[in-house]
């Protein structure tokens, strides 16, 4: 990269700029090139593709894509740990794989091009976002079989700016590492943000006076408006949301620009789709629904229309920021995190925007739910702020009412509602885990 283009707003103008048109133009021309792929190298899809009629010949236009079938979470789980892969094993040369906190992990397997185009989306993703070859770009998303760390640390590899690989743990060395080493871009999970920021208070630390901090990069896990304030606020820094999953590469397949008006999603690799969770009907733009994938880009282990469960809205109006790929809004929860208590539908995002409407409560939040008889129970954990914790005058009997009635008001459920002191819930470094079902037969 020279440094002129440094400079330029775009990455790649020629892509990212791409007229609407073009755009649906390359992504045929590649999605016939991933169809004929699947069905010449992956016994998985040679199989299923035949089931459903479908040859390389039968993708015609683009809305022939929805003659294919779906392709879930369990294809990957039951074809573990190298079944869907669709390459020979030589030309593999990296491994991720999911947490796998329920029955196996999912794989995700890169050939020398997979890497290699993972890498220019993460730079484009990070580029998008501000970062640029004179940063330091501090890297707290772990390393390893997570795609976090690495995908990261490849994009920022590919501007060129100076990388600290932190990693996860050791928040306090972290912080003296920002501190010292003129941190500028912070790349890590919203609730590590969150636990930064609130470490810095305990240490003493100011950052906007003791830091360089000017931008973050945050995903991994669901996050709303109120926490990206309570995160800019308490690090001084601008936020951005970036979105990702194991399955289709890791971080990278959409970021947020400047305007923070949605993510936009690289077209000219991913085809996306929004569909109706309970039939697979697909949806008008614009209308809440599933979001459904297909990488275009993959040749170690491809998926076509893949259900992420993800719950969000596509727009395709023009971005100030002169970018014309489609924007996915914030993912507002998934289908399969969807709680069902008592006959109602409950999403922990729900909750979460309860809890940031609070300006006594901390952003975290815990969730249990049971069934010891015949009947659900619900209750919700929060936390007061620290400065919450030290005010005698708080009437926290008044607090828990008051949350328990927007909780109700919003779902139509009374659960209910512990007020601990601040740092009583644990911290994680890494995703945060809000939800406890100790339900069994689970409906």
Not at 68 to 81: A, C, G
Not at 218 to 233: H, L, M, V
Not at 382 to 407: G, H, M
Request: net charge neutral; aromatic share 8%; hydrophobic share 35%.
């Amino acid at each position: 990269m020279g440094k002129k283009r440094m400079n330029d707003p775009y990455w790649n103008k020629t892509i990212e700029t791409m007229s609407r048109k073009k755009l649906k133009e390359l992504q045929l021309q590649k999605l016939q090139q991933l169809v004929k792929h699947c069905t010449e190298n992956s016994p998985f899809y040679k199989r299923k593709l035949k089931a459903a009629g479908i040859t390389a010949d039968s993708i015609k236009t683009l809305d022939d894509l929805q003659k294919i079938p779906f392709t879930v979470k369990s294809d990957l789980r039951d074809n573990y740990p190298m079944g869907m892969v669709a390459c020979n094993s030589a030309d593999v040369v990296e491994i991720h794989a999911s947490s796998g906190t329920t029955g196996n992990p999912i794989i995700g397997a890169y050939t020398r091009s997979d890497l290699e185009a993972w890498q220019e989306l993460m730079g484009r993703s990070l580029y998008t976002a501000g970062a640029r070859r004179e940063d330091v770009t501090h890297i707290a998303y772990g390393y390893g079989l997570f795609t976090g760390g690495l995908g990261f640390h490849y994009g920022a590899q590919k501007i060129g700016t100076e990388i600290v690989p932190a990693g996860g743990g050791m928040t306090q060395r972290q912080i003296k590492l920002m501190k010292d080493l003129g941190v500028t871009i912070l790349c890590c999970t919203p609730s590590f943000a969150v636990y930064l920021a609130e470490t810095m208070v305990n240490e003493g630390v100011n950052p906007k006076k003791d830091l360089k901090l000017r931008m973050g990069l945050f995903g991994a896990e669901p996050w709303s408006d109120r926490t990206r304030q309570r995160i800019e606020a308490g690090l001084g820094l601008e936020a951005f949301d970036v979105y990702g999953l194991t399955e289709l590469c890791g971080p990278g397949v959409s970021v947020e620009c400047p305007q923070h008006s949605g993510l936009h999603i690289w077209e000219d690799q991913f085809i996306v789709e929004t569909i109706n969770s309970e039939t697979g009907e697909a949806l008008p733009e614009g209308e809440e629904g599933e979001l459904v994938f297909t990488p275009l880009f993959k040749t170690a282990l491809p998926l076509l229309r893949y259900r992420t469960r993800d719950i969000s809205t596509l727009n395709t109006e023009w971005c100030p920021c002169g970018r014309t790929h489609a924007r996915m809004m914030r993912v507002t929860g998934r289908s399969d995190d969807m709680l069902i208590i008592r006959g109602v539908n409950v999403f922990p995002s729900q909750i979460e925007y309860v809890v940031m409407g609070f300006p006594e409560l901390a952003t975290q939040y815990q969730l249990y739910v049971d069934r010891p008889d015949a009947l659900d129970t619900f209750a919700v954990k929060v936390e007061l702020t620290d400065e919450a914790s030290k005010n005698p005058q708080l009437d926290v009997n008044s607090l828990r009412c008051r949350i328990q009635n927007k909780i109700s008001n919003l779902t139509g459920l009374n659960p209910d509602i512990q007020v601990v002191k601040c740092g009583e819930i644990p911290r994680t470094e890494g995703k945060a885990k809000h939800v406890f079902d100790n339900r069994t037969g689970k409906i």
